[in-house]
């Protein structure tokens, strides 16, 4: 097996190593999909439900949303040591323990759904650990979908075992690596990021069991990884998954791990079993009530805020003047910092009440405690791609049922609570979907193509995907990584550049920007600007100073566009010795500046392991754009001659585009732009953008730009 073969390619890159072990190339008729579902719905102590009786309910029918109220009166979460043990003994999941770790012991795969907050996430790789199964080196893996929700399930089970972050209990995101090789039993990551290790270690050898965290969500990760471990099972009899879900949808997984059933073909039975045992932790809290407007609501944003004074007016029974005073808001989204996520998980200050205001991070991958209110918009920032145009963007998109249950859910842990909805409830039985789309398929696939790639899996389109993605999706990638020079023409990675780029831990695009920059003697600057790609955005915004904001950009601006301004923001931010006041002064976020030196040195280290020159061009910004260009040729757009209004229209699709106004190019409209990012609200905006020379294009990417007429460039 894997482990004995896997000496004979150490001189290999990590990459050929996959390949050469053909873990995963073997795609013909597969046999290790056997798999006979027995739905195994664990519902007392110790009796089991069992095939062809009825079956147990597994969630009720209560609904969720978006901004948070806790209840005054603090529910602290800092007890001592022995609290925290009743604290623990006390979670729905508890009362499972025994039959978790039964199933764990008896089944490959093992799915366990079970509602927010019931303890999935923070419990079972602690029993897991109890039980032995990090013993001998071995070590527990839960991912989850957000690089959040990893730190923060992470610190919280350090913090249950008593034991400091980083050694027993650890995480790894990208760039962020906090665990003690030998030392860490139960490690938190994502699941890109568990992708990624794949590639060094195709079998996962150093894990025992992988917990596949949030698995309900669909995200684009979950589903690739979910179709390798299947795959892994096979080569890894001794290997444990558990799929753990908040919603129902557990019987989607549950179907994909059965697709071989229909063939008539049977198990036999040998240890462990390979069908999956689903387990049911019930245990809701108290009774939420749901209420919803009688009229759709203009501006949900406006409507949030009322329904949060005037929930807050309610309740106090005194109210006056000051009371907003006692509003304690805090925003939570995945790039807040770390001193802003502890205080939303710190007790509420005495006769305050706190107000989160989230993105569907709190929907499930994060637990607060003492939520009596939800106040549900009913949307949600979505990813959206579009393989005719070739665009993929962010936008607000309506939610599924399962979502507004999801958050209704996040009311009534503590005493019954309510959750506002801001739509009608005819909206919501008859309009609403009722499950969102995985986001295999509404994702721009050019990332995980590539991955597949690396790992030697070159059927793309037979590989058997939890949800099978847009052919036309797949095309466009397919036909982006091979303009890259990422792929050849019989769709493999090319050597070096393909192999280079699986290498690095960014969008090709960003990779293939980084090679042509060592090429052509500006990788410093190169890197520099992917590490600040790789944050959401270097600039603070602060309401009502928007002119001085302006004023202090133009200090920065640069006439060729955002990607040199960032440069000569860094610049200026390491002359003044990486100051916090400077930043404070000129606008720009100091935790931002510091993941992005943080991400820098990380990409130098893998410049560095790639054996790629690290040379800097110093003021050449032509070079410099001609290497952005090199990895973002596919997103240029030329600005329409007799257009007044800044319209530019993309070069491959003739889709309608402008300059987004965050943008130091925005107004200034140069002829032809190439951009980053797409955000769409009532127009496409390019976000990121730089001026170049369209004869660029076609030196970069002959086969995807020819030159017609003149200056014309077609596609
Ligand atoms: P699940 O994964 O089933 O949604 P978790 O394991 O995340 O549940 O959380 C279980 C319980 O642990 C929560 O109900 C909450 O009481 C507590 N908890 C989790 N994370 C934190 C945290 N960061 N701070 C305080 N309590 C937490
Ligand atoms: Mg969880």
């Known amino acids: 097996m894997g482990q004995a073969g896997q000496n004979e390619f150490l001189g290999l890159t990590s990459r050929t190593k996959a390949q050469a072990q053909n873990v995963f190339s073997k795609q013909n008729g597969g046999t290790e999909e056997e798999t006979r579902l027995l739905h195994f719905t664990y519902y007392k102590m110790s009796q089991f439900w069992k095939p062809g009786t009825e079956k147990p309910q597994i969630l009720d029918d209560e609904e969720g949303g978006i901004l948070f109220f806790s209840a005054p009166p603090s529910s602290s979460s800092r007890f001592g040591y022995s609290s925290i043990e009743k604290q623990r003994q006390r979670l729905p999941v508890y009362k499972y323990r025994n039959a978790i770790l039964y199933l764990v012991e008896t089944h490959a795969t093992s799915i366990i759904v079970g509602e927010t907050g019931s303890g999935k996430t923070t419990q079972i790789p602690q029993y897991l650990n109890e039980a032995g199964w990090a013993e001998g080196g071995r070590v527990i893996a839960c991912t989850q979908p957000r690089r959040l929700a990893v730190q923060a399930v992470a610190s919280r089970v350090a913090e249950e075992m008593g034991v400091k972050l980083g050694e027993e209990v650890g995480y790894v995101i990208r760039f962020e690596d906090l665990t003690k090789p030998g030392a860490t039993k139960i490690k938190f990551l994502t699941d890109g990021v568990l992708l990624r290790e794949m590639m060094d270690d195709p079998l996962l050898t150093n894990y025992s069991v992988i917990m596949v965290d949030e698995a309900h969500e669909r995200s684009l990760s979950t589903d690739i990884l979910l179709g390798l471990l299947k795959k892994i099972q096979r080569r890894r009899p001794e290997l444990r998954i558990i799929i753990s879900s908040a919603t129902i949808e557990a019987k989607t997984m549950s179907s994909f791990f059965n697709t071989r059933r229909a063939n008539g073909k049977t198990v036999e039975a040998i240890e462990p079993r390979k069908d999956p045992a689903i387990l049911s932790v019930e245990g809701r809290g108290f009774n939420v009530q749901i209420h919803y407007l009688e009229e759709p609501a203009s501006d949900y944003l406006q409507a949030a805020v009322s329904t949060v004074l005037s929930i807050h007016d309610q309740s106090f029974l005194d109210p006056a003047p000051q009371h907003c005073s006692r509003l304690f808001v805090l925003p939570l989204y995945s790039g807040l910092s770390r001193a802003d996520q502890d205080l939303i998980f710190s007790p509420t200050p005495r006769g305050k009440r706190k107000v989160i205001v989230s993105t569907n991070i709190a929907e499930t991958s994060l637990t607060l405690e003492g939520i009596v209110y939800v106040v549900d918009s009913g949307f949600s920032k979505q990813r959206f791609y579009n393989p005719i145009s070739d665009i993929e963007n962010l936008v607000v998109a309506p939610i599924s049922k399962a979502s507004a249950r999801q958050r209704a859910g996040r009311a009534g842990r503590v005493r019954s609570g309510k959750c506002y909805r801001l739509y009608t409830e005819e909206y919501f039985v008859n309009e609403m979907s009722a499950e969102g789309i995985p986001e295999m398929q509404r994702s721009n696939l050019v990332s995980c193509v590539i991955q597949l790639k690396a790992l030697g899996i070159d059927n793309i389109l037979g590989f058997d995907w939890p949800a099978s993605p847009a052919p036309e999706a797949m095309i466009r990638a397919l036909e982006v990584l091979y303009s890259l020079g990422i792929i050849d023409d019989d769709a493999k990675l090319t050597s070096p550049i393909g192999f280079q780029v699986a290498e690095i831990p ?20 190169v890197i520099t600007i992917a590490a600040i790609l790789s944050v959401q955005s270097i600039w603070v915004s602060v309401r009502g100073v928007q002119k001085e904001m302006d004023e202090v950009k133009l200090r920065f601006a640069a006439a060729e566009g955002d990607h040199v301004t960032y440069l000569n923001v860094y610049k200026a931010f390491l002359q003044s010795g990486k100051s916090s006041q400077w930043c404070y002064k000129n606008f720009i976020n100091y935790h931002a500046m510091r993941k992005v030196m943080e991400t820098r040195e990380q990409l130098k280290r893998i410049t560095q392991r790639l054996g790629i020159a690290l040379k800097s061009c110093e003021r050449d910004t032509q070079v410099l754009r001609k290497a952005i260009t090199t990895g973002f040729f596919a997103n240029a757009c030329r600005l329409e001659a007799f257009s007044q209004a800044g319209m530019y229209k993309t070069i491959k699709s003739s889709q309608e585009v402008y300059i987004h106004p965050s943008s130091v ?30 004869s660029w294009l076609t030196e970069a990417a002959p086969q995807f730009y020819h030159h017609q007429r003149g200056e014309k460039v077609a596609y």
């Open 506 to 525: 960014l969008d090709p695009m960003i990779s293939k920007m980084i090679l042509s920059g060592s090429l052509l003697g500006c990788l410093e600057e």
């Open 665 to 694: 190019l925005f107004r200034v409209n140069p002829k032809w732009v190439i951009y980053n990012s797409i955000v769409s609200t009532d127009r496409h905006y390019m976000r990121n953008v730089i001026a170049i020379d369209p």
